[in-house]
């Protein structure tokens, strides 16, 4: 599966943006989600994510409160909504899939299979 990320962007502290992780030519209705993101000089951390079915999100200590995981009705997007952004936010956002991942492994990025290009998140103090 192919997967695009966007929705990223400039934005000063306190604003919020929604980024968006879809499949050309496929629902992801049978994938869990993840989000992740890598700041420069970092590495690559975990965001958030989403079962398949929408049933069950997870979300790292640093956004929860903050952040929103979703799916769309026809499971064709699954968004992630960022409000109160902080500086410490910026960072190349990538969405991720796989069929299942053990819930455990949630926020392990080596367990997904198909990543997207990133989208670029720029938050100004």
């Known amino acids: 599966v192919q997967l695009q990320a966007s929705g990223g962007g400039l934005v000063q502290a306190g604003g919020s943006l929604r980024l968006s992780c879809t499949s050309s030519?496929?629902?992801?209705?049978?994938?869990?989600i993840g989000w992740f993101r890598q700041a420069p000089g970092k590495e690559r951390e975990f965001v958030a994510a989403s079962r398949w079915n929408g049933g069950n999100t997870f979300y790292a200590d640093s956004v929860k409160g903050r952040f929103t995981i979703s799916r769309d009705n026809a499971k064709t997007t699954v968004f992630l909504q960022m409000n109160s952004l902080k500086p410490e936010d910026t960072a190349v956002y990538y969405c991720a899939a796989d069929s299942r991942v053990i819930v455990s492994q949630y926020s392990n990025a080596r367990v997904y299979d198909f990543w997207g290009q990133g989208t670029l998140v720029t938050v100004s103090s």
């Open positions: 030519g496929r629902t992801l209705s049978r994938y869990d």
